[in-house]
């Protein structure tokens, strides 16, 4: 099933991570729903194996907005890790999709994204840009 409309406008398209050796690092982005329903999504890295990542999910009211903070944090161990890390691009995956009214982030589970049964699943990719102290 195709939508005409888009379910979620994400700011900023390109994230801004800072990076210190032995702390958690992390962003803002901020989601606003554009549709006339409930919209549930989910934020992870697209690249699993190359940071570790928590993955974030969510319930949108209809019309509303969101801004989340140190909605990635990401764990470099060492100095030779970060060295690693700068040498790979940060991609994160923003999935979101249609539920029905009152479901609640206790209701969402992994198969709410799946596209089987031809359910329209919205992707959206993030770039990670970043900065190091």
């Known amino acids: 099933m195709m939508m005409s409309t888009e379910l979620l406008e994400i700011l900023p398209r390109e994230l801004k ?3 210190e050796v032995k702390r958690e690092s992390s ?3 901020q989601l606003g729903n554009k549709s006339d329903q409930y919209v549930a999504f989910k934020v992870r890295t697209a690249h699993p194996r190359k940071s570790i990542a928590c993955g974030l999910t969510r319930v949108l009211l209809n019309q509303s907005q969101l801004v989340i903070s140190q909605v990635f944090p990401i764990f470099l161990c060492s100095a030779y890790i970060q060295k690693k890390m700068s040498q790979t691009s940060h991609k994160f ?3 979101s999709t249609v539920v029905p009214p009152g479901t609640t982030e ?3 589970t992994s198969n709410i994204f799946s596209k089987e049964g031809g359910k329209y699943i919205e992707e959206k990719k993030l770039k990670g840009n970043r900065t190091y102290d």
């Open 93 to 95: 995956l923003v999935q």
């Open 106 to 108: 206790e209701d969402i």
């Open 27 to 29: 962003c803002s982005i």
């Open 17 to 19: 991570i800072t990076f």
